[in-house]
């Protein structure tokens, strides 16, 4: 008999639950169980309207303005998809693209390569540890208005250290603002100075999770260093390698503050001919320099687009690290 | 993943999200004390005033403790928001008067932006409605002129004024052998061909590499020759009066561009850029001997260069006569709810007193002439500049001042076509290239 009163609740959850907390479900009814599913949702809910609010309606207002002649406290026309006609057979915006993927590929690269050197260096027995991977943390806490101003200052033309060091070897000046290929060494530079330590630390911490026993083991069949690092190091560093080159990806395509400060009067031109103006500086020099919001809101359409598509080359590549042997 | 494609959506969107941003920032703006009757005279109205500038800029502070302890029914709110026209507030302006709220009571605008403004007579009151048509007789033709919009009605007043005349260094005139004092330096360049030779003779005493060169850059020298051959040329620069580009056809431009080629193809400039760190550095360490100086760059110099740079410095008049680079102005916006007293706080501020202790607090030339002809502007000089007697000479300098035209778009076709003159001087752009290139980017810029 007392089976049989017990008997629904098991039948409602499975288990051998006590009969104890399903008792106020019983006669909360619904209330509780809508309490039960809903409060998750309700305790994630800032996130998602913030992000509607900040995220998603921005995205289909920029939409929505990329189709017009949309003049900055002027007139406003449909265009339909004339801005973006216009935008691809646009020279100055694809020179743009160009220099954006110019300093990416110039500072990524060897910045990736320090950081994992870096890390690979930390990771072992050093005296002074702490210090040491505090100390590559350090770029990251200056403002990156400051690292602009002081790298602009050694890469003057006149009066700056690169060209004094140059000098020593009977370098002539150069004027490093002038040619594409100088303004991108120097535009890296400051994105290496700041980033490669922040990188480090990222690979650091990925690297202390892979089991010591590995290299025990690959030290007994006498792996030398380097093949372990490239055997069992980068290989198992894999999910953390890319997501470090997809933050890379996404921070050098949207790169912004390091080339305005370089060009010292911020015109957002990137040079006289825009030799190291980004897509970026391009978005917003035509929304807020010339008041053209459509065409602006166009180009930060396309920039997406070009995310995407840089983002799911690298994954391509990553994705091979280590994969075979 | 996820994470990452939500971060490229928002770097996708950040600059509409600055708008939102810059557009939600502007209600700290609003007046604190206004009233929706605004009618009524005896609730006491505040009305906001909203400049821009570097150091001093528009130099209002006394002026409205002044007018404040005067008048308690208006009371004026002064705020400097920044010290960037073009690129900060230019931009927020145009998107709190599109808003329709957030402006000032009372707005400073560059005269780089008055083309812009003058096609938006939707956005300001018609001041004429509060009888400051009666001022035309203040102003120089060239500055009452500029602030009239596009339907012919007055909308804005002048502020300062540009006025012309080419600041140099005594010491490197001096080590160079040429002479050092300001009338006769003034002399030995009555023209432009006087002045490259001059330049000439300057640069031969100086030929080693790290030695100073004769100007600064192409953009001074630029502005300086447009100001002067604009009104030659039906006072015109990159736009005609209906508004067309005019950048590859008015003869002014191509004059001044043609005289900048060949300063710089002399080898007289120092290829600096105006307005960037280098070119700071060189105004301080002496990198170049003269640059052109409208009446407001004085501060510019004055600032870059140093107390230790204190008398090395001097003014002297300007080859080719009179012309007008920058000065601002002041218009009030339609939103504003007390447009009756904010007319009169503009009339106050751009008339004889305010303009006198504005440029006492600011050093900025005045534009209105009875100004003008006060002895605390006339009998003006300026320590830093050697006791330059600057009020004499930047009012002989305003006073044949003819209007010229400025487009809807000169602001960014100005900007695009310095841009080439700078990349032809420092040598990325041949010279061969460098006019049709000039035309290609102010064209595109209006476009």
Known sequence: MSLKVDAPAPARRPGPHPPGPAKPARSGGGLARFDLRATPYFLVSPYFLLFTLFGVFPLGYTLWVSLHDWELGGDKTFLGLDNYIELIADEAFWNSVINTVGIFVMSTIPQLVLALMLANALNKRIRGRLFFRLGILLPLVTSVVAVAVVFTQLYARDYGMANWFLGLFGVDRIEWQNQSWTAWIAISTMIDWRWTGYNAIILLAAMQTIPKDLYEAASLDGASARRQFWQITVPMLRPTLIFVVFISTIGGLTLYAEPVMFEGNPTLAGGATGQYQTVAMFIVKEGFRDFDMGYASAAAWLLFALILIGTLINYSFTRRIGGNK | ???????????????????????????????????????????????????????????????????????????????????????????????????????????????????????????????????????????????WENGLNKDGKLFALGTDIGGMTMCYRT?????????????????????????????????????????????????????????????????????????????????????????????????????????????????????????????????????????????????????????????????????????????EVLNYLTGKEGHVLAFQEAAAFPSSIPAQQDPAVAELKNEFFNDAPTGQIFGASVKDLLPVFLGEKHAQVKTAAEKVLEGMDKGSIPYGEAWTKFVEAGTKAAG
């Open chain 2, 1 to 143: 993943m996820l994470n990452s494609k939500r971060q490229g959506r928002l770097a996708a969107v950040a600059v509409m999200a600055v708008t939102a941003l810059a557009i939600t920032s502007c209600g700290s703006g609003e007046p604190a004390g206004s009233t929706a009757s605004g009618g009524a005279a005896a609730e006491p109205v505040t009305i906001t005033v909203h400049t821009f500038g570097g150091g001093e800029n528009f130099g209002y502070d006394k002026a409205v403790e002044k007018w404040n302890a005067e008048h308690p029914n208006i009371q004026v709110k002064y705020q400097n928001l920044t010290d960037r026209f073009e690129d900060v507030y230019l931009p927020q302006l145009l998107q709190k008067l599109q808003a329709g709220s957030g402006a000032a009571d009372i707005v400073g605008i560059d005269e780089g932006a008055m083309g812009l403004m003058k096609a938006r007579s939707q956005f300001f009151a018609d001041l004429s409605q509060y009888g400051l048509e009666s001022r035309k007789a203040d102003f120089p033709a060239a500055k």
């Open chain 2, 171 to 343: 010491d490197l005139f001096e080590k160079a052998g040429l002479p050092t004092d300001r009338e006769e330096v003034g002399k030995l360049w009555p023209d432009w061909n006087a002045f490259m030779e001059t330049g000439k003779k300057f640069q031969a005493a100086n030929k080693g590499k790290d030695d100073p060169k004769f100007i600064d850059g192409p953009n001074t020298l630029y502005n300086v020759l447009l100001s002067q051959e604009a009104p030659k040329n039906g006072n015109i620069s990159y736009f005609d009066k209906s508004n067309q580009l005019v950048i590859g056809t008015n003869p002014a431009i191509k004059t001044a561009f043609d005289t900048v080629k060949s300063f710089s193809e002399a080898g007289l400039t120092a290829k600096l850029a105006s307005f960037t760190p280098e070119w700071n550095a060189a105004i301080k360490k002496g990198g170049f001997a003269t640059m052109g100086c409208p009446a407001w760059m004085l501060g510019v110099v004055s600032g870059a260069a140093g107390d230790e740079n204190k008398g090395k410095w001097d003014v002297a008049a300007v080859p080719g006569g009179a012309g007008n680079w920058g000065g601002s102005y002041l218009a009030v916006p339609k939103q504003s709810k007390h447009p009756k007293e904010a007319a």
